[in-house]
């Protein structure tokens, strides 16, 4: 694993190699075999995020627990390579189309720290992620691209990620996607302590108490 870049100056870093290929594939396999061998079905799908410009794969780790698996089992890695003691919100993974754009955002309260990983392409030509290099206020404007802002591009390779600080900094993809597909899974975090710790678990875990009762 190889951290490429400065989070703290430029509110993101390419991590090399943060998961082994054969561990982003197997996710998708286990993927595809729960969904059984039928096509993907979004010709339906009407409803769809703003960001796109038409539907894609979304599935959120609170409806598929490997997904989550890989959320808490790199909060202590992720925690370690931006020096901050982190709790989990959430994860989802998308898979793209070919010619898909991802139009220029930033992210709720809930992504004050994330991670795009990138699992596969099908066809192996490397479609990079855009991160604004300045910190903006956060805001709910949606965009086609930077607007002359500076940014930076990453080009990922399978298993590598890239961190950044998805409220403070725009992002997305604002070159078609040149592979069939691509899929990638997106992670995100909050500071322990800090100003969002409320959205921590996406309000579904952090405050309730367990109890156990037995026969």
Known sequence: MR???????????????????????ALLRQLKADL????????????????????????????YPPLLAFLWGLTPTVSRLIGRDLLPTYDYLRIYREGDLCKV???????????????DYSDGEPWPLEVERAATQPSARVEPDFGGSAYGSVAMAVGDGVLYQGVTHRHGRTTPNPNAWSAHLFL?????????EDQAFDGRLHDDKVNFSFA
């Open 105 to 119: 955002h930033s992210d709720r309260y809930a992504c004050e720290h994330s991670l795009s990983l990138t699992l």
């Open 36 to 63: 059984g061998a039928g096509a993907i079905p979004l010709s339906g799908v009407k409803d769809f995020p703003n960001l796109l410009e038409r539907p894609a794969f979304e599935l959120y780790g609170h409806h």
């Open 3 to 25: 951290v490429i870049g400065d989070y703290d100056r430029d509110g993101y870093a390419h991590v090399e190699g943060l998961v082994s290929p054969d561990v982003a594939q």
């Open 188 to 196: 995100h975090w909050v500071e322990r302590g800090g100003p969002h």
